[in-house]
């Protein structure tokens, strides 16, 4: 049995790096020079291995001579520290001074810290990720192929809270290749129009001088700024625009159109006077909820359609073909059982969200027949109701959503109605009992659903909202 002395090992090497009176390599970086032995730099990493070879190593002396621009003097000497000593201490460093050492342990092939710089940053940081999504896409994830996740987790975070980027400072100066991945986001919740404005802002900020005058705009103006937005506009799912903004929004610059004019751009799209999207706000397709958005509403429609999977979940622009309007809220309306069948019985297919007290579990259960009361209360047959559970909604859906259907020996009670009960589904799979408050003593267990969606069988709710599900045309 071998024994290692690891820690004395990392401690003489460190004592090597700082005294280094035999070293054979001088590495600028900035106005700072490092002084390094080849042999060490060449074994540690794969990029110095190729970079001090004698075919491309050059030398004044016998001292090569190594120049590195793009990597800031301190993250290098994090770097070295590290080559040398196999160490490496974040604790005490800002975020972009974790993402600037990211991207130089990418460039450098340093496979091991790059791992952990990584998953050091995604756990330790991860508040400062949800506020500054922006600049940790475009700071460094965008152009490392390694950070998919981390750049998805961004993406997300800017398609659920576009108000982080549109609108601010930021917006104008990002690149194109990070507007066009949000452009093909389906979940980006904001209005098709208002991200046609957004865009042209974006295209003005990049083609103009910043003292310029988007109000007065010639036919030379508009033909530089479809150059700079040509590979922006196709994009845009102009089908998703109201035909009250198209003349107002749309007309003033129909020559970056795809078809160079409003009218073939619509013809293109499918607009005529029968099409449904024309005809309603498009602002209805935005939830009215304090709980969920539309990534849940989406998630929700797809189990409705008896698709189970959480892969491709379809969200605010290209919407399911499901309005969620709200019926009830109860920190709006109130929590008894008489509110409840007030404002949802006789509504047809509805959805009752629950965010749970203490935990803040989003949970909830979907009815496709009318809730209805009666004094001694009855059950209803359905095939097709489930219960199900968004995790804290914040997290992953596809690792935290649970999905229950009603087995098949249980369909002819599936959910149960009556005057003194709130929401009933199968037999306290998941329950809302209590008469004059629905928020306290609620019951989730696994009867007549095929799982259990909530871990205590008792439990508070913190609010709850019921929506009626209506197909669109």
Not at 73 to 87: A, D
Not at 129 to 154: A, G, K, M, S, V
Not at 176 to 197: A, C, G, H, P, Y
Not at 388 to 408: A, H, Q, T, Y
């Amino acid at each position: 049995m071998s024994t290692e002395f690891l820690k004395s090992l990392s401690s003489d090497f460190t004592k090597l790096l700082f005294n280094a009176d035999d070293y054979n390599v001088i590495i600028k970086v900035g106005d700072s020079n490092f002084k390094a032995h080849s042999c060490i730099l060449r074994a540690r990493s794969p990029y110095f291995h190729s970079a001090l070879s004698r075919e491309w190593a050059i030398k004044e002396g016998n001292i090569i001579i190594f120049e590195k621009p793009n990597i800031s003097p301190k993250i290098f000497e994090m770097i070295l520290s590290y080559l040398y000593s196999g160490t490496i201490s974040l604790e005490q460093e800002h975020p972009t001074t974790i993402l600037d050492l990211l991207t130089a342990a990418d460039e450098l092939i340093l496979f091991e810290l790059f791992t952990y710089v990584k998953e050091y940053f995604f756990k330790k940081h991860n508040k400062w990720i949800r506020q500054h999504p922006l600049q940790c896409l475009y700071h460094t994830t965008f152009r490392i192929e390694n950070c998919i996740e981390l750049r998805d987790l961004c993406l997300e975070i800017i398609c659920d809270n576009p108000e982080l980027v549109f609108g601010t400072t930021a917006f104008t100066a990002i690149e194109e290749s990070v507007l066009i991945s949000i452009l093909k986001r389906d979940d980006l919740q904001m209005d098709e129009v208002d991200l046609w404005d957004y865009l042209i802002q974006w295209g003005i900020a990049h083609t103009f001088n910043s003292d310029f005058d988007p109000s007065h705009l010639t036919q030379n103006d508009l033909l530089e700024l479809s150059k700079t937005l040509k590979n922006c506009v196709p994009f845009i799912r102009f089908n998703h625009i109201n035909s009250k903004d198209l003349p107002s929004r749309l007309k003033p610059f129909e020559n970056l159109l795809p078809n160079q004019n409003l009218e073939g751009t619509l013809k293109e799209n499918n607009f005529n006077n029968n099409n449904s999207i024309l005809s309603i706000n498009f602002n209805e397709n935005i939830i009215d909820s304090k709980i969920i958005k539309l990534k849940h509403a989406a998630l929700i429609a797809r189990w409705i359609d008896h698709q189970e999977g959480t892969k491709n979940i379809r969200t605010y622009r290209n919407f399911p073909n499901y309005y969620f309007k709200i019926l009830l809220r109860g920190s709006r309306d109130d929590f008894s059982a008489s509110t409840f069948h007030k404002l949802c019985d006789n509504k047809n297919a509805t959805v009752i969200i629950i965010k749970v007290f203490g935990t803040r579990e989003i949970i909830g259960g979907y009815n496709p027949i009318s809730w209805k009361g009666g004094f001694f209360g009855s059950w209803m047959k359905s095939q097709d109701s489930f219960i199900f559970s968004l995790g804290d909604g914040e997290n992953n859906l596809r690792e935290f959503s649970k999905l229950c259907r009603i087995r098949p020996e249980n369909v002819n009670m599936a959910v149960f109605c009556a005057n003194m009960r709130g929401p009933c589904f199968g037999y306290r799979d998941l329950w809302m009992p209590n008469f004059n408050n629905l928020a306290v003593n609620c019951d989730s267990d696994c009867n007549y659903y095929n799982g259990k969606i909530i871990e205590p069988k008792n439990f508070d709710i913190e609010d709850y909202e019921v929506f009626q599900i209506i197909k669109k045309e």
